[in-house]
């Protein structure tokens, strides 16, 4: 059963929707559904956190996260 979706759209979008229509061939609701596709190809899909950098960077210091001698200390105020 297809949905149905209503939406507002000022001038300017209206007139690039009525360009679409005219330049493809396409329904408006055609352009409507290629154009939200797009958009989601676009999103990552609920891809798992990451830390910015991680990894992007060297110390120059090959044992720093493992070193008892070098974390002493870490973390605390």
């Known amino acids: ?14 007139q ?3 360009r679409l229509v ?3 061939g396409w329904s408006p609701s055609k352009v409507v559904r290629e ?6 190809a676009c999103q990552p899909d609920d ?4 830390v910015v950098g991680l990894g992007k ?5 090959s044992d720093l996260g493992s070193n008892k ?3 002493k200390g870490f973390g605390r105020r």
Do not use: E, H, Y
């Open 1 to 14: 059963m297809p949905d149905t979706v209503q939406a507002r759209l000022d001038r300017q979008s209206r």
């Open 16 to 18: 690039k929707l009525d």
């Open 22 to 24: 005219r330049r493809l």
């Open 35 to 40: 154009g939200i596709r797009l958009l989601a």
């Open 47 to 50: 891809a798992p956190k990451r």
């Open 57 to 61: 960077f060297s110390s120059g210091v």
């Open 69 to 71: 001698t070098r974390l």
